[in-house]
């Protein structure tokens, strides 16, 4: 059983990963609102196509552009995340049938099960509340959360922990968790930015293009009481300067984490934790590359996207830092 729940552990890390990545390809392709209620698409399980069907959606959904291609951009996202909830709850109730071994994970999973839980009520907010910017960052936050909750489930079970520790750099196991603050904040002001449709409006390198002074107080300004939020409804200023937030706190989050990684490699005796700290920088410089290319071609779907699952597994690589870190027989 054990073995078995390894693979299901492992399959449910890359269904994460898919979910994210799926997740990030339709909000990108503007799909958000392809489908206006929840759980289905115009009344439907599935994607209207036959005429009874469509004639059911201009009945109902009057003031609504029936775009199939959309639709079904947000309805595959949905089937995959709802396989995921599925995965969850067998990885949560194979853990509660084995509860009597201290190793067996139920505290995590069971984690994992709300989180994926709430994760569903933030995708319907999403919809009901026609893209409301915090609410579209919180359900990027939280598909973010549950994979890297499966990747620590996945490395729990599988990773032997260095004998003793490491002496050396187990004492920069905070300044690592700090580092991961430090990222968490860049992800979630990507999330913001993507919320509020911020991208195009900052084309330049390194500085923005447009004239307009940096407003700081624009930035946490929350558009509420609109009927819609879709493409946007922050004024052209408050967007700038939410991208160039982004990308000061990128600055920051680049030197943060190349400190502590030159700190944690020099003091390491490990080979294994030395592995993490140059995975994390190539996975920085990486992520660093793919966020210059997005601005320069002018925000391509696909560079975008690719930028999207970059932040996941830099944050990925950030979380195997820390739990190496912090493990040891």
């Known amino acids: 059983m054990y073995k078995n729940y390894k693979y299901l552990v492992l399959i449910t890390c890359f269904m994460s990963v898919l979910v994210v990545g799926l997740g990030a390809y339709t909000r990108l392709s503007d799909a958000g ?9 115009y009344g439907f399980l599935t994607v209207p196509k036959h005429e009874t069907a469509l004639l ?3 009945q109902n959904y009057p003031d609504m552009m029936f775009e199939a291609a959309k639709a079904w951009k947000e309805m595959i996202h949905r089937y995959f995340a709802g396989a995921l909830g599925l995965f969850i709850l067998a990885l949560f109730a194979l853990a509660w049938l084995k509860r009597q071994y201290p ?9 994992l099960l709300l989180l994926v839980v709430f994760q569903a009520a933030l995708g319907m907010w999403t919809v009901t509340m026609n893209l409301q910017p915090l609410v579209v960052m919180g359900h990027l936050l939280g598909g973010f959360s549950i994979l890297s909750l499966v990747f620590l489930l996945y490395l729990r079970l599988t990773t032997k922990p260095i004998v003793g520790g490491d002496a050396g750099a187990r004492p920069y196991y905070r300044l690592a968790l700090i580092g991961l603050v430090v990222l968490i904040l860049q992800i979630a002001l990507g999330g913001w930015l993507a919320a509020n449709y911020a991208a195009p409006h900052c084309n330049g390198l390194p500085l923005c293009s ?8 624009s930035v946490f300004q929350l558009p509420l009481e609109h009927s819609t939020y879709e493409y946007g409804v922050l004024s052209q200023q408050a967007r700038m300067s939410i991208h160039l937030l982004h990308r000061i706190w990128a600055l920051v989050t680049c030197v943060v984490l190349a400190l502590i ?7 390491s005796y490990s080979r294994k934790i030395k592995h993490c700290t140059v995975t994390v920088l190539i996975a920085l410089l990486c992520q660093i590359c793919l966020g210059l290319a997005v601005v320069h071609w002018h925000f391509p779907l696909s560079v975008a996207l ?4 970059m932040a996941a597994m830099l944050l990925l690589t ?6 190496h870190l912090k493990a040891r027989t």
């Open 103 to 111: 190793t067996t994970p139920v505290k995590l999973t069971l984690l």
């Open 56 to 58: 059911h959606v201009e």
């Open 306 to 309: 690719a930028h999207n699952l």
């Open 210 to 217: 447009y004239a307009q002074p940096f407003s700081l107080k």
């Open 261 to 267: 990684m030159w700190r944690i490699y020099s003091h």
């Open 318 to 323: 950030m979380v195997r830092l820390c739990f």
């Open 33 to 41: 609102l392809g489908c206006p209620d929840w759980p289905g698409c």
